[in-house]
């Protein structure tokens, strides 16, 4: 579900704000409430689905950073040995914790902005003045996502294709899955120079991991020829329309049109108010918690705090509008 009553520059303002505060807050309470709100709002935007594309890319990413950070990291007064006189410290790990939970909310943030703001209103944010820059950041914005969803199509029609050619063969003839194996090792095999007689070749030619393996590269090779020449002579399309209909040689206009209202204001204030009382909370030191060389964090010690209680609200808008108006379109 889409917001429509919110200037799209004060979602940019929001928005900003927000990746700012996934990196500046280190106390795992903040973290955590600001992770689970995050989820909360993505749910309630529809974003969930998208989880499962981003997991495939955090977890191994995730699991890197707890991994390298304690063992190239040996900085902090708890040490933990794992063998012998090697060791890590308690302090890196948590460190590695904190690191991949900030990543996981930037991640987040950045899926929920995609929903909450278009690209038609990102060029209507940024294309009076800064045209070129802004058709970039909406192309970096928009590519990755549809090249994904091309890349699948690509994927199916390989699918459909393959299972046609093997459908055809099982009508002609009625060999067993070993018969199958073994006339694309021969198709495989008739593809290689067969001028190398070198005993690792010959080794390779008669392994069928290894040829089910370099089929499958070329297979995915092929794919991806497909999705980028699909891409790029779309963009080219994209490029000619867009000179001839004279873009960037004059002022540019949209046919969208926002402007503030009681809602934006409300918005701005809400954001004001809290951000200032945040930010007198940094100041003081919460939010954040020291790492190294020790770190002073203590579970008992609950943030139960006005400082506390404005991070929640500043998070709370969005929830608040997403369930308003899915109220309002079930009334």
Do not use: C
Not at 77 to 97: D, M, P, Q, R
Not at 204 to 232: P, Q, Y
């Amino acid at each position: 579900m889409e917001l429509t009553s919110i200037h799209p520059g004060v979602y940019l303002l929001y928005y900003f704000i927000m990746v700012l505060f996934a990196f500046i807050f280190s106390d795992p309470y903040f973290v955590v409430t600001f992770l689970v709100l995050l989820l909360v709002l993505i749910a309630l935007q529809g974003v969930s689905s998208e989880l499962k594309n981003i997991l495939k890319f955090y977890i191994p990413l995730s699991i890197l950073i707890l991994i390298l950070n304690p063992l190239l990291n040996r900085t902090g007064a708890h040490k933990i040995y794992l063998w012998s006189n090697f060791f890590v410290t308690y302090e890196a790990i948590a460190y590695g914790v904190i690191m991949t939970l900030a990543l996981l909310i930037v991640i987040l943030v950045f899926s929920s902005y995609n929903r909450s703001v278009s690209y038609q209103e990102m060029l209507y944010i940024f294309s009076k003045k800064l045209p070129i820059i802004s058709m970039i950041i909406v192309m970096a914005l928009r590519f990755i996502p549809l090249i994904n969803s091309r890349a699948i199509e690509v994927q199916k029609l390989n699918n459909l294709k393959n299972n046609g050619i093997e459908m055809e063969m099982d009508s002609d003839e009625s060999n067993d899955s070993d018969d199958s194996d073994s006339l694309d090792l021969d198709q495989f095999n008739s593809n290689i120079n067969t001028d190398y007689d070198s005993k690792i070749v010959n080794n390779l030619k008669s392994n069928k991991r290894v040829a089910a393996i370099i089929k499958e590269a070329k297979t995915l090779g092929k794919i991806m020829g497909i999705t980028v020449s699909w891409s790029l002579e779309e963009s080219m399309f994209t490029a000619k329309s867009m000179k001839a209909r004279g873009y960037n040689a004059t002022e540019r206009t949209s046919y969208l049109s926002y402007k503030f209202g009681n809602a934006d204001y409300a918005f701005i204030a809400l954001i004001i108010v809290t951000v200032g009382i945040i930010i007198a909370g940094l100041l003081k030191g919460v939010g954040m918690i020291n790492i190294y060389p020790s770190i002073d964090f203590r579970f008992s010690n609950l943030p139960f705090n006005i400082y506390y209680l404005a991070f929640i609200v500043f998070l709370l808008p969005l929830i608040y509008l997403e369930i308003k108006e899915r109220i309002l379109w079930r009334n």
